[in-house]
């Protein structure tokens, strides 16, 4: 599992943990297929939704960010899997 943000959502500095840790983030993806995209050696396998879990006011948040985002969710969990791919370039998966 791995959780990510929308670069809208990831760079707005807007998020309650940003706030709590000062953590800045220099990038966001738009979904589980974008971190696969990334991420070598990882395929998706689905997303989990959570911030419409938090509370009404969250869900709603939730549905108005993907009509302007054109689907994409502000933040959720995407399940991956290992795969056994090396990445181009690689001959034995290392870098």
């Known amino acids: 599992m791995a959780d990510f943000f929308h670069p809208k959502a990831a760079l707005s500095g807007r998020r ?6 000062g953590a800045r983030f220099r990038s ?14 990882w395929e998706r396998l ?10 009404i006011g969250h869900r709603v948040a939730a549905v108005l960010f993907r009509l302007l985002t054109l689907g ?5 969990a ?15 998966g290392s870098a």
């Open 46 to 55: 689905g997303d989990h939704r959570v911030m419409e879990r938090i509370s």
């Open 16 to 21: 309650p943990i940003v706030r709590a840790t």
């Open 72 to 76: 994409a969710p502000a933040c959720s």
């Open 28 to 41: 966001g993806v738009r979904g589980g297929r974008g971190l696969a995209a990334v991420a070598p050696g």
């Open 78 to 92: 995407a399940r991956l899997r290992a795969t056994d791919r090396t990445p181009p370039g690689t001959q034995d």
